[in-house]
């Protein structure tokens, strides 16, 4: 069965520490991951999708078929990033999405 | 670009009665619409696929006779709760389709009393 896993729940750094936001899927076939944002009483937002290969924000993700896992990263966290992160699955050409459980990041000043 | 919105934001009702939620696509057309649920602390439920001008796709254990979805137009979709009850209290998303992602809705909080 396709499933997303995030096994922190929160993630707690100081302002200009690394961050890395875990993220495991599990799906046989060829998956499209992504990266969705949450800032506070926001709307869920696309931060990121592995085809992309981009840089948003600061933030990178790769995905390791190896490791089933893209994770997300940022080497110097600021206060305005931290949100709720939910990593997403796309398994077929439906674009339906499963998500993880979430992690919530705390950036402290 | 690209804005979603659900109307309402939130709503209280009787144990028993109906409740619908429109969600739009603002600015574009969207032949496919999806409808979450998300319980406190927890993450995004899939409940089904809404397509424009057929019949909705739900998962595996959302009973299609509860969660009623019309997605008549291309810029419009439903989600009718019928007979609600507490359990069915809950904060349901949707996400329309475009440019190949998902963009979505600021969610409608129901509570059922």
């Known amino acids: 069965a396709q499933r997303v896993t995030q096994p922190e729940k929160l993630l707690s750094v100081f302002k200009g520490a690394p961050v890395e936001l875990k993220c495991n899927y599990s799906?046989?076939?060829?998956?499209?991951l992504f990266w969705y944002v949450q800032y506070s009483r926001q709307r869920l937002q696309l931060l990121l999708r592995h085809i992309s290969r981009e840089s948003i924000k600061g933030f990178t993700a790769d995905l390791n078929k190896g490791e089933t896992s893209f994770h997300l990263k940022k080497p110097f966290a600021q206060e305005e990033d931290s949100a709720m992160y939910y990593c997403?699955?796309?398994?077929?050409?439906?674009?339906?999405?499963?998500f993880g459980s979430g992690t919530r990041l705390l950036v402290r000043p | 670009g690209a804005v979603v919105s659900q109307h309402p934001s939130r709503v209280i009702c009787k144990s028993g009665t109906s409740v619908k939620i429109e969600c739009r696509s603002l600015?574009?057309?969207?032949?496919?619409m999806f409808w979450y649920r998300q319980f406190p602390k927890q993450s995004l439920m899939l409940m089904a696929t809404?397509?424009?001008?057929?019949?909705?796709?739900?998962e595996q254990g959302v009973e299609k006779d509860k969660f009623l979805i019309n997605h008549a137009s291309l810029t419009l979709s439903t989600l009718t709760v019928t007979s609600a009850h507490p359990e069915d209290s809950s904060f349901y998303i949707c996400?329309?389709?475009?440019?190949?992602?998902?963009?979505f809705g600021p969610g409608t909080r129901l509570t059922v009393t």
């Open positions: 997403a699955l796309s398994v077929d050409s439906s674009y339906k999405l499963i």
């Open positions: 799906y046989s076939g060829s998956p499209e």
């Open positions: 600015d574009f057309q969207a032949t496919t």
């Open positions: 809404s397509n424009e001008g057929s019949k909705a796709t739900y």
């Open positions: 996400s329309a389709l475009g440019h190949h992602q998902q963009y």
